[in-house]
């Protein structure tokens, strides 16, 4: 199970920090992503991070170098660090955990959270 949390309302330029609390065994055997969702619009990758985190990472264009993923196996925690908001950004975010690498497409995720919403104004 996948409970993200930390979603709000932001200013553009602001910063926020998206957590996800996994419940359940082997946390350091899943590859790890977020996806966001606009209204309207298709579920959307953001970032993933491979078993052992650090530097195996992968960003979509539109948030590399603003956003940042990380994971700590030692409290099956996964955090996505946004920063210089901007109001495309607006949309609800997804946890997901997977066992595939790199996994840049959400049918390569198995499990799925319930969602943050993220509203970014102007």
């Known amino acids: 199970q996948l409970v993200e949390s930390g979603g709000g309302l932001v200013q553009a330029g602001d910063s926020l920090r998206l957590s996800c609390a996994a419940s359940?065994?082997?946390?350091?055997?899943?590859?790890m992503g977020w996806f966001r969702q606009a209204p309207g619009k298709e579920r959307e990758f953001v970032a993933t991070?491979?078993?052992?985190?650090?530097?195996?990472?992968f960003y979509d264009d539109s948030v590399k170098g603003r956003f940042t993923i990380s994971r700590d196996n030692t409290k099956n925690m996964v955090y996505l660090q946004m920063n210089s908001l901007k109001p495309e950004d607006t949309a609800v975010y997804y946890c997901?955990?997977?066992?595939?690498?790199?996994?840049?497409?959400?049918?390569?995720?198995?499990?799925w959270g319930q969602g943050t919403q993220v509203t970014v104004s102007s």
């Open positions: 359940g065994r082997d946390f350091n055997k899943y590859v």
């Open positions: 997901a955990a997977g066992t595939r690498w790199p996994a840049k497409v959400k049918y390569d995720y198995l499990v």
């Open positions: 991070i491979t078993w052992s985190g650090g530097d195996s990472t």
